[in-house]
């Protein structure tokens, strides 16, 4: 073998081991280096589920969500780019680097902390079974027979499969709005919902006459990370701890749910 050629080899074993180790490197890159340097972060959004996220009178995002998306772009140092996602896709716009965050009633399960990372908790939720008073439910197995509508991907939708009797029939719909329209129209007999959305539905339809009737699962929310990125994750959690000694998360509760976040798990 000639020097030239031992030469070439060698400049062509370096270059591919830099192209290896570039590519890595980029694997392992926190998007916060991409947030710091841009100035923007992309926050999945809800628009279809208030009073944590809808479209208001004047067309724009409001909601309990939507206040929290902006406080941590704010703290972040970054222009917001709310990106309105559903239940079924806001993982997988996650896992597809279409946003960095989820900032969308996203709660936390075993089969989503596999491809997901989660924030420490910044509001109270929990998910219930609503249906007219006259309607006699006092547990799941008074729902046999009975229709309901659900959310398809919610966690009510996963926690409803697993209680609901063989003989409910349980209606998925794509979207919250969706959901929710069935039950109002009378399509269905039950709603399973946030009780956030559950206390909406009561106060502008008062002529259904409906109420709470049973708890499926209490489930704070979180913010989704994308998995193994320990960089963002850890500023999320400092941001959240803040907005928790602060009383910026008390205050959003309250401006949105009407009652404090209360303590909620790290």
């Known amino acids: 073998m000639t020097i030239h050629r031992f030469l070439g080899r060698l400049a ?17 890159a926190s998007a916060l280096d991409q947030i710091t340097s841009s100035k923007k972060v992309r926050i999945a959004i809800p628009t279809d589920y208030p009073p944590y996220g809808m479209v208001g009178k004047d067309l724009h995002p409001q909601g309990l969500d939507i206040d929290m998306a902006n406080y941590v772009a704010k703290k972040l140092g970054a222009t917001p780019e709310l990106v309105p996602v559903i239940s079924a896709n806001r993982v997988p716009y996650l896992q597809t680097g279409k946003v960095d965050l989820i900032i969308s009633t996203l709660g936390k399960t075993p089969e989503r902390e596999e491809v997901v990372d989660f924030s420490h908790a910044y509001s ?14 006092k547990s799941w197995a008074d729902l046999d027979g009975k229709s309901v509508s659900v959310t398809r991907g919610a966690m009510a939708d996963a926690e409803l499969t697993k209680v609901a ?22 399509q269905v ?8 959305e559950g206390g909406t539905i009561m106060r502008q339809n008062p002529k259904l006459d409906s109420e709470f009737k049973l708890v499926l699962k209490v489930s704070p929310n979180y913010i989704g990370i994308p998995k193994g990125d320990v960089a963002l994750k850890n500023r999320i959690n400092a941001i959240i701890l803040e907005a928790k000694q602060n009383g910026e998360l008390d205050r959003l509760s309250n401006k949105w749910l009407g009652r404090p976040a209360g303590e909620l798990p790290l």
């Open 12 to 28: 062509t074993g370096l270059l591919a081991a830099c192209t290896l180790a570039g590519a890595a490197s980029a694997q392992t």
């Open 124 to 137: 109270p939720f929990f998910q219930a079974l609503f249906a007219p008073k006259s309607m006699s439910i």
């Open 165 to 186: 009797p063989p003989g409910a029939r349980i209606l998925r719909f794509e979207d919250h709005v969706g959901t929710v329209s069935a039950f109002v129209s009378g």
């Open 189 to 196: 007999q039950a709603i399973a919902t946030s009780a956030g």
